[in-house]
């Protein structure tokens, strides 16, 4: 899909990247199908990223802005960390 979007964009043209990182509470969670995807008893099967393998993602783009971002969320009475990576990649031609 990377390869696709760097094919089709022109030069200079941007993508946004969100993803959720392996320092979110979900992480770790339900069946490893892959090194850091999961498939949970939903059916849903998530991947979480880290910085360099986002970077290694968007290889031949460049990087304007790559960063986790981090927040915690009240349930049930505990707090849990929600952790995402997030990043602004631009073609290069």
Known sequence: MVRELGRVLAGGGRVFFRGFSRADM???????????????????????????ETEELFTGFSREVLAAETWTIRIRGKDLLRSEIAGMFAVQK
Do not use: V
């Open 26 to 52: 979900r992480y770790g969670k339900g069946k490893e199908t892959e090194e850091g995807t999961f498939l949970r008893g939903d059916g849903i099967s998530t991947h979480y990223f880290t910085e360099e």
